[in-house]
């Protein structure tokens, strides 16, 4: 009996040895079959590890649309212990246990980071439209109290994802990115486009994918957020530099319906002195639904058609047309286009990844093959989605683009229904095809590979102007086609407004860094439609301010609401007076901003800093989702609750009351000193402070040791140069500010042509020293005069020029200045 056993164990050691023992060594890591999969394990850096997981045997080879970078040669160690196979970087080590499958992952200290799951990677048998696949399954461990962020834009009103069940289907309002960023120092993305179910529990965490021929996932380490977010745009490409014009004020309105109402949106903003830098073309400027994104001006109101039998057929659905504008100013699109030029403004237009029955670009895209057989938006109309993974139809999609708008002059794409809107959804449609395989297949990648055609296209065609996309949609990568998303048609609450927040903290996290929200929200239904109920006016003053510490400041509202600012009254009324301080407040922070998105472009760096990134040792902030930090110096903190205004239902309408100053809720993180923008005053970190909020302040708070540059009073962005800028020093701290300057457009920064002038501010000493100027680029000032302000209590106003502080002329040379 006892030899048997003996003979048994042997046996069972022999196995276990000689299973440890079959992988395959590569520069970069190791292939090893493990319960009937093939599995490999690969560094793309010291910090990037790739796990590629295929049934035993399969030959399947993935071109990722997401990753563009080629795995770095670096040193790798590598170890066998028994069942482990082991690999170490200069960063990480990797574990993988050859019985089970599970893959540990641990710092550079052996500190356990993520594991991946014992036995937790399951393949099942899947016909996916005909074609042999797998729905595929992968589960990882997680400590019990690690917070985890990212999932892209949710709308559950949470930063935290645990304990979540989400199914990501990207969706209007809802963006789905299967990317989560750990508390831990980590960034886990499941490289998977089909719909996904994301679960977390107790038990364990895991994806769980519709279809895919693999488990492949990127561990990223970073050791901090922004060591995360680095390693996400090192993986899946860096976000190129917006024009300053971008960064103004945009006004928007579904929709204006003639070139002459857009053009007097312009006018009376220069008329008011209200500044203004874009106006956005909604949809129908084609005409109507059967001719649906005919990306051509058909509308005859756009063409100086009306009354012509040929055009008016194309006349909007449901437009009177018997209705009469008056003559028309502006005569065609070329006409609006150098108007809006003229008067130092821009224009962006809608542009859909669909396409009506009656339109050229239906019958090119048929012929193609390249239309998806769903039912989409406007609904009843025979419009289809076009198939953006095909790169000919990319390629026909610019095409017509660029004959019959960009040529006008446009400036900026919005790139709406990148989703797409899918109506009446049935399994089946997912069967549809595309150009790479099954639509179920690649789902969400959708807006990846539509913002992808535009902005490959446009930079084909010319350096001299750079991108501009605002898109509905998104997926893990689309930083690198200068696209910039918002938050969908969310409706005008105060409880939506709150989840926008969390919704935009954990899309920045995603590595993702241009977001924004439509300001006021876009379908006012709460209110009925009415622009001059006064408690709209409430939340849509609030939401305007958070929108001045958006990546993109852009005011947008569903007909028939209207939401330019002399829709609110006039100067001396509450609403207006709050809504044009923080468009003033906007300009004046372009020196600040433009420099912050040059950190974005050279840096890898976040404007919506999510509280975490800089406090990470304060638990107090792990799970905070109401206030932010707008780049490194300022802490924002939105009023997201009605003060001032509420409903009367005996009166049957609503009331105000703003002779009482309302109070709200601001923490504080520690580790720092904080400085109330407003008044100056200076504040310990780690409180809770109760700030009293008029209707025309939200909390602000500055990072004691942060300098910010302080731009001018302007009525667009290049209006004036920055020859005499205001720079505000926060004391408390050392800090380093890098003023950033170029051409404002085109990409000639990306041959170096641009100016850096780096503030260095010695606390103990009280010392700011100006570095010399690096760089050059055509028009840049040779002199300037720089007034250097040390803030306190004494200062005065925020939003307004500092009192005293020292005047310096600066002609390039380093300089310092005591204070």
Known sequence: ????????????????FSQAQSYQKMSQGVKTTVQGMDVEVAFYSPSIVRVYKTPEGSSYEKKSLVVMKEPEEISVEFAMEKEYIRLKSDALQVEVNSSTGGINFYDATGRVLLKDKDYGTQFTPFDDAGTFSYNVRQAFLLDKDEVIYGLG?????????????????????????????????????????????????PQEMSFDSEVGDCADYYFIYGSNADGVIAGVRDLTGQAPLYPLWTLGFWQCRERYKSPDELCEVVDEYRDRKVPLDGIIQDWQYWGCDSNWNSMKFQNPRYINKMGDKEYMKYLPNGENPDARYGTPRIKSPQEMIDYIHKRNAHIMISVWASFGPWTE?????????????????????????????????????????KKNIFDLGMDGWWLDSTEPDHLEIQDKDFDTKTYLGSFRRVHNAFPLMSNKGVYEHQRATTSDKRVFL??????????RYASHSWSGDVVSTWEVMRKQLAAGLNYSLCGIPYWNTDLGGFFAWKYNNDVNNIAYHELHVRWYQWGAFQPIMRSHNSSPVAVEIYQFGDKGDWAYDALEKYTHLRYRLLPYLYSTTWEVTNKAGSIIRPLVMDFPKD??????????????SFLVRPVTDSLYTWQDKKQNGY????????????????????????TGAKLAGGQTIQREVPIDIMPVYIRAGSIIPWGPAVQYA???????????????????????????????????????????????????????????????????????????????EGDKPLKGGKMVNYTGTAIEVKL
Not at 1 to 16: D, H, N, T, W, Y
């Open 718 to 796: 290049t209006e004036k140069s920055w020859d005499d800028l205001e720079i505000r020093v926060y004391p408390g701290a050392n800090a380093t500010f890098i003023l950033y300057e170029d051409e404002n457009d085109n990409y000639n920064y990306e041959k170096g042509v641009y100016s850096t002038i780096t503030f260095r501010w010695d606390d103990s000493n009280r010392t700011l020293h100006i570095s010399d100027r690096e760089g050059r680029y055509p028009g840049m000032l040779e002199k300037r005069k720089f007034k250097v302000v040390l803030v306190n209590h004494r200062s005065g």
């Open 153 to 201: 834009q949710q709308q559950t009103g949470k930063v935290n994802q645990r304990n979540q069940k989400l199914f990501l289907r990207n969706k209007n309002m809802s963006i789905c990115i299967p990317f989560i960023h750990s508390v831990k120092g980590y960034g886990l993305y499941w490289d998977n486009y089909s719909p996904t179910m994301f679960t977390d529990n």
């Open 1 to 16: 009996m006892s030899k048997k056993i003996s003979i048994s164990l042997l046996l069972l050691c022999l196995g276990l």
């Open 361 to 401: 670009m239906y019958h090119k895209m048929d012929s193609l093959n390249a239309l998806l057989h769903f039912e989409t938006w406007p609904p009843k109309a025979g419009v289809k989605p076009y198939d953006p993974f095909n790169p000919v139809a990319r390629s026909i999609y610019w095409n017509e683009m």
């Open 655 to 678: 009331q105000k009351n703003m002779r009482k100053i309302e109070k709200t809720d601001v923490y504080l993180p520690e580790g720092s000193n904080w400085f109330d923008f407003w």
């Open 470 to 479: 605002l898109t509905r949609s998104s997926f893990l990568g689309q930083q």
């Open 619 to 632: 638990k107090k902030v792990l799970d905070m989702d109401t206030e932010y930090m707008f780049g490194r």
